[in-house]
């Protein structure tokens, strides 16, 4: 058969989990929790399954937890949004991106996106007949580079795709970075697409700078987040996407084919959760940042660099000084030698650096966890 993505194979964080599975290593590469949302959340869910709310949701989500969306919104960023024409619930951050890209994207047109970038992004804009124009961000410290986005614009570019917080290297955006985005798109009709599932993760008491703060940028977003980073529920798959009226509307032709809606009692329950209990969402970054100071100070003895983590649930670490592999050769190394499964940073890129010997761990894990995989690394 003719493929349409002939550069495309299995994802590497399925990879990763089944040779993580296969050699029994702890499992730090798929970002995933190893442990459970609120109680209460559970509890909603079953209780709105025994409710018989088990059919159909509007095509749009429930209108109880887009209400909460539009409030949390307000609450934390400042901006009203409409939640009938402007707040989409979507199946997980993945189907509201592909989602948005499809709404927009034409045959022949660029998107612009930011190395070491989401694998989900790329295999979207070529299904869609885009082409995704690596920008890398600056290798110092993943910081977005204007000047070479500013280069990378042509009469072709449609969007310009970001992340912040940033996975896999747990950089964050500045406010001054969304006033230099603002300008670079300003008087163009160039979009935006803001991936931001990692929002309520962002360490050292910054705030989270979301597009949706910024008026003029939120005027021309997509704004992305999902329920499964927020509440430890990565397998319930809702997320959801805030955009002005008129992509929403757009990007509700396209939801409205692709799935129609997303599972009803687990929107019911985050509704309920939402209201009940926003504080969860106000002490995720306490909660995620203990856990990062935790795993950094067990790896601190050990030959891994490494390196800043702003936002987000990754630890990067350089392991230069332990082997001259690869990145993709030493992860499956540290499975099979170390019992220890981590993410390779070049499957991140469309080209890596050659040089750079970095790997990502995810430390969304019990405290238990975190000891186990230091212990054996320590010993390497
Ligand atoms: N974007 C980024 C940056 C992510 O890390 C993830 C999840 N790993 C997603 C999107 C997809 O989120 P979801 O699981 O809600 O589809
Ligand atoms: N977003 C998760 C990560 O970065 C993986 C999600 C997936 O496996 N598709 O690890």
Known sequence: IQTKLPKVGTTIF?????????????????????????QALRDALAAAMNAGRNQYAPMTGVPALREQI??????????????????????GATE??????????????????????????????????????????????????????KDAITPKTRMILINTPHNPCGSVFSAADLDRL????????????????????????????????????AERSFVVSSF????????????????????????????????????TPAQVAFAEILEKDPQHYLDLPAFYQAKRDRF????????????????????????????????LAFCEWLIKEAGVAAIPISAFYETPPAEQRLIRF???????????????????
């Not at 299904?127 to 961000?137: D, I």
């Not at 163009?188 to 597009?211: G, K």
């Not at 995810?362 to 390497?380: G, P, V, Y």
């Open 14 to 38: 399925t990879v990763m989990s089944q040779l993580a599975l296969e050699h029994k290593a702890v499992n730090l590469g798929q970002g995933f929790p190893d442990f459970d949302g609120p």
């Open 296 to 327: 950094r100070e067990l790896l601190a003895g050990t030959k891994f660099r490494l390196l800043p983590v702003a936002g987000a649930y990754f630890q990067v670490v350089d392991y230069s000084a332990l082997s001259d592999r690869d990145d």
């Open 70 to 91: 539009a409030r949390k919104t307000e609450r934390l960023y400042g901006r009203k949004v409409n939640p009938d024409t402007e707040v989409t619930v979507t199946s």
């Open 362 to 380: 995810c430390f969304a894990k019990n405290d238990a966890t975190l000891e186990q995989a230091a212990e054996r690394l320590t010993a390497l």
């Open 96 to 149: 509201a991106l592909f989602a948005a890209i499809a709404a927009v994207v034409r045959a022949g047109d660029e998107v612009i996106v930011l190395d070491p970038c989401y694998d989900s992004y790329e295999p979207a804009i070529e299904l869609n007949g885009g082409r995704a124009v690596h920008v890398p961000l600056d290798p110092r410290d993943f910081s977005p580079d204007w000047q070479r986005i």
């Open 182 to 217: 603002a300008e670079l798109v300003r008087g163009s009709d160039i979009l935006v697409l803001s991936d931001e599932v990692y929002e309520h993760i962002v360490f050292d008491e910054a705030p989270h700078q979301s597009v949706l703060r910024h008026a003029e940028l």
């Open 228 to 263: 499964g980073k927020t509440y430890h529920t990565t397998g319930w798959k809702v997320g959801y996407c805030v955009a002005p009226r008129a992509l929403s509307a757009e990007f509700r032709k396209v939801h409205q084919y692709l799935t129609f809606c997303t599972f």
